[in-house]
Protein backbone atom coordinates (compact mmCIF):
# COMPACT_ATOMS: atom_id res chain seq x y z
CA UNK A 1 0.00 0.00 0.00
CA UNK A 2 1.29 3.53 -1.07
CA UNK A 3 0.48 6.55 0.60
CA UNK A 4 -0.23 8.52 -2.29
CA UNK A 5 -2.32 7.21 -4.91
CA UNK A 6 -0.29 9.25 -7.51
CA UNK A 7 2.27 6.68 -6.99
CA UNK A 8 0.13 3.71 -7.96
CA UNK A 9 0.93 2.40 -11.34
CA UNK A 10 -2.01 2.48 -13.46
CA UNK A 11 -2.39 -1.05 -14.57
CA UNK A 12 -5.60 -3.56 -16.15
CA UNK A 13 -4.58 -6.85 -15.73
CA UNK A 14 -5.44 -9.54 -18.15
CA UNK A 15 -8.01 -7.10 -20.72
CA UNK A 16 -11.01 -8.46 -22.37
CA UNK A 17 -12.24 -6.84 -25.35
CA UNK A 18 -16.00 -7.78 -26.41
CA UNK A 19 -16.80 -6.81 -30.13
CA UNK A 20 -20.93 -8.43 -30.46
CA UNK A 21 -20.48 -11.67 -29.59
CA UNK A 22 -16.66 -12.11 -30.16
CA UNK A 23 -14.38 -12.17 -26.91
CA UNK A 24 -10.65 -11.30 -26.90
CA UNK A 25 -8.73 -11.93 -24.16
CA UNK A 26 -4.92 -10.18 -23.75
CA UNK A 27 -3.23 -13.05 -21.55
CA UNK A 28 -0.72 -10.46 -19.53
CA UNK A 29 -0.61 -6.77 -17.99
CA UNK A 30 -1.59 -3.42 -19.87
CA UNK A 31 0.32 -0.69 -18.28
CA UNK A 32 -0.42 3.19 -18.36
CA UNK A 33 0.88 4.24 -22.05
CA UNK A 34 0.38 0.66 -23.57
CA UNK A 35 -2.32 -0.68 -26.09
CA UNK A 36 -4.26 -3.53 -27.41
CA UNK A 37 -4.25 -3.51 -31.20
CA UNK A 38 -6.55 -6.15 -32.74
CA UNK A 39 -7.07 -7.20 -36.41
CA UNK A 40 -9.43 -9.71 -37.47
CA UNK A 41 -7.86 -13.10 -38.02
CA UNK A 42 -4.43 -12.04 -36.79
CA UNK A 43 -2.70 -12.18 -33.45
CA UNK A 44 -3.51 -9.22 -30.76
CA UNK A 45 -0.52 -7.14 -30.49
CA UNK A 46 0.67 -4.58 -27.59
CA UNK A 47 2.12 -1.72 -28.19
CA UNK A 48 3.79 1.19 -25.87
CA UNK A 49 7.04 1.71 -23.94
CA UNK A 50 8.75 0.04 -22.62
CA UNK A 51 8.43 -2.03 -25.51
CA UNK A 52 10.88 -1.33 -28.64
CA UNK A 53 8.69 -4.29 -30.58
CA UNK A 54 5.14 -4.95 -30.24
CA UNK A 55 4.32 -8.01 -28.50
CA UNK A 56 2.14 -10.49 -30.01
CA UNK A 57 -0.69 -13.11 -28.32
CA UNK A 58 0.92 -15.38 -30.95
CA UNK A 59 -2.32 -17.02 -31.64
CA UNK A 60 -4.77 -15.59 -34.46
CA UNK A 61 -8.10 -14.22 -33.44
CA UNK A 62 -11.08 -15.28 -35.24
CA UNK A 63 -12.19 -13.03 -38.15
CA UNK A 64 -15.54 -10.74 -37.89
CA UNK A 65 -16.99 -8.26 -39.75
CA UNK A 66 -18.51 -5.20 -37.62
CA UNK A 67 -22.23 -4.07 -38.77
CA UNK A 68 -21.74 -0.19 -39.57
CA UNK A 69 -24.37 2.07 -40.48
CA UNK A 70 -23.36 4.98 -43.65
CA UNK A 71 -24.95 8.55 -43.05
CA UNK A 72 -26.75 8.13 -45.88
CA UNK A 73 -27.29 4.58 -46.47
CA UNK A 74 -28.06 0.75 -45.29
CA UNK A 75 -26.00 -1.13 -42.71
CA UNK A 76 -22.98 -2.60 -44.49
CA UNK A 77 -20.45 -5.34 -43.34
CA UNK A 78 -17.19 -3.79 -42.32
CA UNK A 79 -13.85 -5.09 -40.86
CA UNK A 80 -12.59 -2.73 -38.61
CA UNK A 81 -9.68 -1.91 -36.22
CA UNK A 82 -9.92 -2.20 -32.73
CA UNK A 83 -8.26 -0.35 -29.85
CA UNK A 84 -8.29 -0.81 -26.53
CA UNK A 85 -5.67 1.67 -24.10
CA UNK A 86 -4.20 2.36 -21.19
CA UNK A 87 -4.23 6.04 -19.81
Do not use: C
Amino acid sequence: MKALRSLDERQVVAPVVQVGDHRFTWSGTLREGQYLMLWPGEPIRRHGPPLTEPESSGTPTETFALPVRASSGPITQMEDRNFLTSS
